[in-house]
């Protein structure tokens, strides 16, 4: 049984401050890790993809990944309001089940 | 690149009555569709691999009776809820793995919000 685990919040940030989230997962074979925000009665928007050891660059965003500890993060630098939503964890561990498995998300709050 | 649509946004009907969600890949084919169900303040729940041309593969615990998947073509997938019940009123999100983007990314359709009354 695939576990995705993510602190559900919410998580308050002052603006323009780093905000951190972390996930661990159970299932060691996962090979790819995404992260997506979800706003209020919206679909999930994929905001960072990872799939190796170490650290990925995006803008703003950076995702971590240490598969050794079986955990996966987001930092979001110089926060905005605009980034207040619900940030998913996702991964794909391939074999018979094509799709992703989620965490039950992080709700993070931006403050003015 | 990489834009799924789902039609309904929104739909409302009557306990008994089915009901039909289509998806499709506006740019890009996609061999494989994923339907998703979302409960309010939940996380999604992967229900079934849609895989064009050949059955779709549902998960534990879904009724592949009740929701019918069609991949028909490389670009559309359709979910049908048969005999809605109130208990299926419940955020549906489509998604589809684009062979131009990244190992194993999926994108998301809009979502179709159904309430059954």
């Known amino acids: 049984q695939k576990e995705v685990e993510q602190n559900s919040g919410p998580l308050s940030v002052p603006e323009g401050a780093i905000a951190s989230l972390n996930c661990t997962y159970s299932?060691?074979?996962?090979?790819?890790f995404f992260w997506y925000r979800q706003y209020s009665g919206k679909s999930p928007e994929l905001i960072m993809s990872?799939?190796?050891?170490g650290d990925k660059e995006d803008g703003r965003f950076t995702a971590q990944l240490n598969k050794a500890s079986q955990y996966v993060s987001l930092l979001i630098r110089d926060s905005q309001p605009s980034d207040s939503a619900t940030y998913l964890c996702?991964?794909?561990?391939?074999?018979?089940?094509?799709?992703?498995?989620f965490g039950k998300g992080t709700h993070l709050i931006i403050q003015p | 690149g990489a834009v799924v649509s789902q039609h309904p946004s929104r739909v409302i009907c009557k306990s008994g009555t089915s009901v039909k969600i289509e998806c499709r890949s506006l740019?890009?084919?996609?061999?494989?569709m994923f339907w998703y169900r979302q409960f309010p303040k939940k996380s999604l729940m992967l229900m079934a691999t849609?895989?064009?041309?050949?059955?779709?593969?549902?998960e534990q615990g879904v009724e592949k009776d009740k929701f019918l998947i069609n991949h028909a073509s490389l670009t559309l997938s359709t979910l049908t809820v048969t005999s809605a019940h109130p208990e299926d009123s419940s955020f549906y999100i489509c998604?589809?793995?684009?062979?131009?983007?990244?190992?194993?990314?999926?994108?998301f359709g809009p979502g179709t919000r159904l309430t059954v009354l």
């Open positions: 998604s589809a793995r684009s062979n131009l983007a990244g190992d194993n990314e999926q994108f």
């Open positions: 299932d060691r074979v996962s090979q790819s």
């Open positions: 990872i799939y190796s050891n």
């Open positions: 996702a991964l794909y561990s391939g074999g018979g089940a094509d799709g992703l498995t």
């Open positions: 740019d890009f084919q996609a061999t494989t």
């Open positions: 849609s895989n064009e041309g050949s059955k779709a593969t549902y």
